[in-house]
């Protein structure tokens, strides 16, 4: 299994797409092109589960190396364990279902296209990049084409918007670049796998953990750097809403667990209180936010805000169960936000507005689009049998394994944000799907095929983690289990 | 040991049912919807009814006691090393009592929805609705992990949460629908946190492995959650009274009963189903599942015993003064699962003095027959004149007999009038708080003699009272409607006389019980005379129960208003959650930090702007820049830095 | 060669330095962009001059300063036929080819 097709192929297709003509011709190509990622990324994991039952342990399979510059010692040395493997499905789902969503794209639709892959080429780099230079670099590729996506075909004030997020996301990995630098010139190395057998100097870590930390961290919507997220969601086109939110936001949930807790684990033990208290902030007070909020795109959102704390808290609480608990949650959320964004903009092209006050009563002229849309609802609140439940429980059990009393308060507190999802995700439904329908709306059609095939791939994704959590367990259970014993090396930890 | 594996069959008929009619239901059942629901229901009810007769008399006995089986246990999702989420069945007196009461009472309401449901829009969704909340509520009863009972408890919640809303259009039954999955999700967080510190200190998530740690008192379990301790109160207790308010919370338990009567917004056979009958006695369920544990700690089980007793007493006051029919019965229900709380609370987990367990299960066993009898009655009596309210009623018994003798005899039941089926289990109730605790006693008592009088003022209202506006227009409903209620009536009638004690209680020991004709004295003679002030305030119009209210004058009035409870629980939400704590964090979201982060660029582009002028635009400036920057240059390479 | 050799050094050096001051003087005052262009050529030219000069002067013997004043000439060339298109297309949107009037690209 050659891991660079996962590079290759987006390339070619966007390659491709250049020479196309007309919206026809290039959706086409573009969902010929991600269908092809998704056979590659689920061919990729079963051969991934079938050399790991073949009895090979090693830490990361596949694994190639070539120097790419020698002067510094930059490789294009990629290799996969069962977390990158469970993100590159997450990336191959929603990038098909993103170009099924925009099948009618009418405005520069090759250009269109052409970003949304290029994206999915960063993502899948970044995924699967084990030296640090490397994984920078894909970083860089998967920022670009988010700011011209929302700068050209996005709606409301979305110059605005995507000023703020490029330039928010551009201090992230100018910090994420600096600690990079740091670790470097301590190791002499920038390969990840080399660097963590090292046991970087504690001072080093402790000062440059911060930088890759909340470097990455404003990826992944850390309090107090998470105020790009509602804009730029909301102002997106609803794919790279999808794409925004299911994986670029994971890019730091990643990059803050491989990079920044994997390579320096010390570090992430010193300041584990304070990322505790910011999870735990980003958790209730995104909950909080998002119950006053109006607007669908806004509600989700913010959602996203407190979901994404989740993953923060898990990482920061440093048991095996929490650090996998996050590693559900970042694949469990970017399912479970793509469908919710899917939603809304099925609803918001029929309707055109995605004002809470101004829906109601859709359940009764687009029964599947209302399913959808509560489908992602009750999976956002928890419930059992999709995603979330598994992800929120295993973060909550994790957490409560730490036993110290501001890790208890916070655990405590993060299990009452369910109560507070619980009221926004009903308020949203109960003012949009369900209700007296306005006259207006009453001649409006269901979903088309295409959205049907789009939503249908997320749901299954959702429900299979819901239904069987065993399965997902065995592809990220060893992987979290390999990183927990190079951590707990460094550090004692219980 | 024998093979109880075919167990599994009873949830996943249901869960089938779901799956067929959700996915498919819309398109190609439209009509055939009930027949496939009643007839997945059938056959788990007649499979459980199986396990039953296989455990109660052929094999569940061991040496003189029924014992546990796990028939079936798969890891679901492990956690770390022990911890995990197990899926199983396990099979023991209380879980198969629920799963034939279970099936039973959701066939029961299956065949009764086919004439009341019928040619309704959604008729095939609601019967998926129906499929998944029965799966849910089989899955909990049948539960071999704490974790498990969670999972259940959250299903069965939301499928409560769909079938509230069913009538979607209507705001009302939005509105419902919301406050009881609000109300109880936030109940969830104290299960929730109670499981956590469970898991934590017991180093397991399995109940039987549970229990036998926490219920020895040697182990070193035991004496880390016993010596751990929060405010004054150990761990133990803490978890215990946590998991208590989980339970609280979705048996209506005071103060989390508020979404309780606004529940009834749902369709009728929905109320009967699952807040009647099934998913309110969850709650009642999960302390008896973990009762070795409860009975550990006395702490937790007064705070049972009293908020069951407040909420029996509470209920019953303010069910005499509501005017929705529904509404009474849902107080009624509430009430009648305080009986059982306390009866929990008053019991221990050995011999004689484990009365109150069984007692309890005993009521749970016999309410769910007349309480879902006497719901679906309310329903036929609504589907006839179309209005909940009491004024609208009157004189109904010539119109609907079969209803009119059901519901009398579901009456007679709940007010503990022998033979039938409340008697027996009420009476045992009594003695057990008799034995334990006189002040739950009176309680108790004078509750009894309310229901009596509630219920039979909704019954003569109803049934005699004026003379009927309505004229046999309409009939009494269609076949389907009537054989529930006849069959749930002879059980009504039958299920007293079940040899309850020798089969299910608390040590699994076969318990001696015997009616004492004194003690029984009292209950049943307060019941007649409710009885008889009922049938004299009620029986025909008179201004009596209009005189008695008014000379109450304020009371009456925060009696009838539920003791303002909505009200404060509104106060709450909407005048201190959220413009007190949502308004700010998002004013502080949108102008404090986010407006540091425009701040920052502001300042960048002020500094730009200063500096920008330097950018004429003007060529020639450039060119000049250029020159002097290069003769600067000159300048310092030939005489400064030579 | 051996008129050229008889003229001193400075005398050439002075005409360039003139040349050049000239051409810088035309590129700061004009607003007309041919006479920029043309200002520009002058600049370039004394440099070529100066180029000639120093080589004759310093290294007899070589052609490095003739080659590269060979080279700027070149440039000149190819600079002076790209600077007149843009011109000419700067004239067709703007109507004039006063530098000051493409202002565009400003901040």
Redesign the interface.
């Known amino acids: 299994m050659n891991l660079s097709l996962l590079i290759l192929f987006p390339l070619v297709t966007a390659i491709i797409l250049l020479f196309c003509n007309g919206l026809k011709q290039v959706r086409m190509v573009a969902l010929a092109g991600a269908g092809l990622q998704l056979i590659l990324a689920i061919f990729l994991l079963v051969a991934f589960l079938q050399d790991r039952s073949m009895g090979n342990q090693l830490t990361m399979l596949f694994e190639y190396d070539f120097v790419w510059f020698k002067n510094l010692p930059i490789h294009y040395h990629i290799g996969v364990d069962g977390i990158s493997i469970a993100m590159i499905l997450l990336t191959s789902c929603i990038v098909f279902a993103g170009i099924l969503i925009s099948w009618t794209m009418e405005k520069l639709s090759k250009e269109f296209f052409f970003l949304l892959v290029l994206l999915s080429m960063g993502a899948y780099g970044f995924f699967i990049s084990l030296d640090l230079f490397t994984l920078f670099f894909f970083l860089e590729i998967a920022v670009i084409p988010k700011f011209l996506l929302i700068g050209v075909w996005g709606s409301g004030k979305k110059e605005y918007s995507a000023m703020k997020l490029a330039l928010m996301l551009m201090a992230g990995s100018a910090l994420v670049f600096v600690g990079l630098l740091g670790v470097y010139y301590q190791t002499g190395s920038f390969d990840m796998m080399k660097i963590a057998q090292m046991n970087i100097p504690l001072d080093t870590q402790y000062f440059f953990f911060p930088f890759v930390f909340l470097g990455f961290g404003i990826f992944a919507a850390l309090f107090p750097f998470h105020t790009w997220v509602p804009d730029g969601h909301a102002s997106a086109p609803t794919a790279a809403s999808m794409f925004l939110a299911g994986i670029s936001m994971k890019l730091g949930g990643y990059g803050c667990l491989r990079v920044a807790t994997f390579l320096m684990p010390a570090a992430a033990h010193y300041y584990s209180p304070i990322i505790i208290v910011l999870a735990t902030i980003a958790i209730i007070y995104g909950a909080f936010a998002t119950m006053m909020q109006t607007d669908l795109k806004y509600i989700n959102a913010y959602s996203s805000v407190s979901h994404c704390g989740f993953v923060i808290l898990g990482i920061g609480m440093l048991t095996q169960t929490s650090i996998k608990g996050a590693v559900l949650q970042m694949v469990s959320h970017g399912l479970m936000t793509a469908l919710f964004f899917a939603a809304i903009g099925m609803i918001y092209t029929r309707t055109h507005t995605r004002m809470v006050a101004q829906l109601g009563g859709l359940l009764k002229v687009m029964p599947f689009i209302s399913t959808v849309f509560v489908i992602a609802g009750l999976c956002s609140l928890g419930l059992p049998g999709f995603s979330g439940f598994v992800a929120e429980m295993t973060v909550f059990m994790g957490s409560w394994q730490n036993p110290g009393g501001l890790y208890r308060l916070a655990t405590i507190l993060s299990c009452a944000s369910i109560v507070v999802t619980a009221v926004y995700i009903l308020r949203a439904t109960g003012k949009t799907i369900m209700g007296p329908l306005d006259g207006a709306y009453s001649k409006l059609g269901d979903a088309l095929w295409n959205e049907k095939l789009a939503a249908g791939l997320l749901i299954t994704g959702i429900v299979l983690i819901g239904v069987a959590p065993f399965l997902i367990n065995q592809l990220i259970g060893p992987g979290t289990a390999a990183m927990m014993e190079q951590i707990g090396k460094t550090i004692n930890l219980k | 040991m024998s093979d109880y594996a075919y167990i599994v069959l009873i949830p996943l008929l249901p869960l089938a049912s779901f799956v067929l009619l959700g996915l498919f239901g819309?398109k190609y059942f439209t009509k055939s919807a009930g027949i496939i629901g009643t007839m997945a229901l059938l056959a788990s009810t007649i499979i459980a009814l199986m396990a039953a007769h296989q455990y109660f008399f052929v094999d569940g006995k061991v040496a003189g006691a029924y014992h546990q089986v796990i028939a079936f246990k798969y890891?679901?999702?492990?956690?770390?090393p022990g911890?995990s989420?197990d899926m199983g069945i396990v099979i023991d007196p209380i879980s198969v009592m629920m799963l034939v009461v279970v099936s039973f009472v959701s066939l029961m309401v299956h065949m009764f929805s086919l004439g009341y449901m019928k040619g309704e829009e959604r008729f095939a969704t609601y019967y998926a609705y129906l499929g998944l909340f029965t799966f849910s509520m089989l899955g909990l009863v049948l539960s071999v992990n704490i974790?498990q009972v969670y999972?259940?408890w959250?299903?069965v919640g939301?499928s409560s949460?769909l079938l509230i809303?069913y009538y979607?259009?209507k705001?009302t039954a939005?509105?419902a629908?919301?406050k009881a999955?609000?109300v109880t999700?936030?109940a969830?967080?104290g299960f929730?946190?109670g499981i956590?510190i469970l898991?934590?200190y017991s180093g397991t998530l399995d109940i039987s492995t549970l229990i036998h740690k926490l219920t020895s008192v040697q182990s070193p379990e035991y004496i880390a959650i016993t010596t751990a301790g929060f405010l004054g109160a150990s761990a133990l207790t803490w978890a215990l009274v946590l998991v208590f308010i989980g339970g609280a919370g979705k048996s209506a338990m005071f103060p989390l009963h508020i979404w309780l009567p606004d529940a009834m917004e749902g369709p009728t056979p929905v109320s009967a189903l699952i807040h009647a009958a099934t998913m309110v006695v969850a709650g009642v369920y999960l302390v008896a599942r973990l009762f070795p544990v409860f009975s550990m700690d006395d702490t937790a089980l007064h705070v049972v015993t009293y908020v069951g007793a407040f909420s029996a007493l509470l209920a019953a006051v303010i069910a005499c003064t509501q005017t929705d029919i529904k509404r009474v019965l849902a107080f009624s229900t509430m009430s009648q699962i305080g009986y059982m709380m306390f009866a929990l609370g008053v019991s221990k987990q050995v011999g004689e003095q484990g009365l109150g367990y069984m007692a309890s299960m005993f009521h749970l066993f016999t309410h769910a027959f007349f309480k879902s009898l006497l719901f679906l009655c309310a329903g036929a009596v609504i589907h006839l004149v179309h209005s909940n309210e009491i004024k609208d009623m009157g004189g109904l018994r010539k119109l609907m007999p079969v209803t009119h003798i059901a519901f009398l005899v579901a009456c007679l039941a709940i007010a503990g009038v022998p033979p039938f089926a409340g008697f027996f289990s009420k009476e045992e109730i009594l003695l057990a708080a008799f034995n334990e605790n006189k002040l739950i006693y009176a309680v108790a008592l004078f509750t009894a003699a309310l229901t009596a009088f509630y219920m039979f003022r909704l019954y003569f209202s109803i049934f005699w009272s004026k003379e009927s506006a309505h004229h046999d227009t309409h009939h009494e409903g269609t076949v389907s409607m009537k054989i529930p209620l006849i069959i749930l009536a002879a059980c009504t009638i039958g299920v007293g006389f079940i040899p309850f004690a020798k089969l299910v209680t608390a040590d699994g020991a076969a318990l001696e019980t015997h009616i004492d004709i004194l003690f029984s004295l009292a209950p049943v003679g307060l019941t007649l005379i409710a009885i008889l002030i009922a049938a004299r305030l009620y029986k025909q119009q008179n201004g009596g129960p209009q005189k008695i209210a008014d000379s109450l004058g304020g009371f009456y009035r925060v009696v009838s208003r539920k003791f303002y409870m909505d009200e404060l629980y509104l106060f709450i939400t909407k005048k201190i959650i959220?413009p007190l704590?949502?308004?700010p964090?998002?004013w502080i979201?949108r102008n404090i930090?986010?407006g540091?982060?425009n701040a920052l660029?502001s300042i960048t582009v002020k500094i730009s702007g200063g500096i920008?002028g330097m950018?004429?635009?003007?060529?020639?400036g450039y060119?000049?820049y250029f020159?002097g920057g290069v003769t600067l240059l000159a300048i310092l390479f030939i005489y400064v830095w030579k | 060669m051996s008129s050229l050799s008889e003229i001193p050094l400075a005398h050439i050096l002075f005409v360039s330095t003139a040349l050049f001051f000239i051409g810088m003087y035309g590129l700061f005052t004009r607003k007309n962009l041919v006479t920029l262009l043309m200002a520009i050529e002058l600049m370039l030219n004394s440099v070529n001059i100066n180029f000639i000069a120093f080589n004759k002067y310093l290294y007899p013997g070589k052609l490095d300063g003739v080659f590269f004043s060979l080279f700027i000439i070149t440039i000149a060339a190819a600079e002076a036929a790209v600077a007149i298109a843009i011109i000419i297309n700067l004239y067709r949107s703007h109507q004039s080819i006063d530098v000051d009037d493409a202002t565009e690209m400003k901040y």
């Open positions: 819309r890891t679901w999702l492990a956690f770390s911890v989420i974790f999972l259940f959250e299903l939301v949460f809303g979607y259009e705001p939005v509105a629908s919301k999955f609000i999700r936030f969830d967080l929730l946190i956590l898991g934590f959220f704590i949502g308004k964090i998002a979201d930090v986010d540091c982060m660029a920008k950018q004429s635009g003007k060529v020639q060119a000049l020159f």
